[in-house]
C-alpha cells in the first residue's frame, strides 16, 4: 500500500526556517516523483514544487525566488522541503503527493497519491 507521511510543521518566527518531511511507504522514490503542494484557509491549493524519480527538482513559478528547495533521501525513502526566510504569507497546511510514476506533473489533479499534510504557522 503507497503511503506518504509528512512531518516538521511547526510554528516559526518571521524569517525563520523550518526543514519538512515527506516519508514514502510501499513504493521506492527512485522510481517515482513528489511534489509539495500548500494551502491556506480559504486559498487555492497551490503547487510549491516537485522532484522527480531521477532526482532532479523543479520548483513551481511563485516559488522560484530560492527560499524553497525540494530535495530528497532514497536510502531514507524520504523527500524534503528545505524553507527559509518564511514570510507572513507562507502559513498553510503543506502535502506531499506523488505522481505515481517517475515525472512530475504540473497540477494538482495528477497526484493520486497525497500525505495528510503538515501545518505551518508564521507569526511572531
Known amino acids: 500500500q503507497l503511503k506518504l507521511v509528512e512531518s516538521g510543521g511547526d510554528l516559526v518566527q518571521p524569517g525563520g526556517s523550518l526543514r519538512l518531511s515527506c516519508s514514502a511507504s510501499g513504493f521506492r522514490l527512485n522510481d517515482h516523483a513528489i511534489a509539495w503542494f500548500r494551502q491556506a484557509p480559504g486559498k487555492e491549493r497551490e503547487g510549491v514544487g516537485c522532484i522527480n524519480a531521477s532526482g532532479r527538482a523543479t520548483n513551481y513559478l511563485y516559488f522560484m525566488d530560492g527560499r524553497f528547495t525540494i530535495s530528497k533521501d532514497n536510502a531514507q525513502n524520504t523527500v524534503y522541503l528545505q524553507m527559509s526566510n518564511l514570510q507572513p504569507a507562507d502559513p498553510a497546511i503543506y502535502s506531499c503527493?506523488?505522481?505515481?510514476?517517475?515525472?512530475?506533473?504540473?497540477?494538482?489533479?495528477?497526484?493520486?497519491?497525497w500525505g495528510q499534510g503538515t501545518q505551518v504557522i508564521v507569526s511572531s
Open positions: 503527493a506523488s505522481s505515481g510514476f517517475a515525472l512530475c506533473p504540473i497540477g494538482p489533479d495528477d497526484y493520486p497519491y
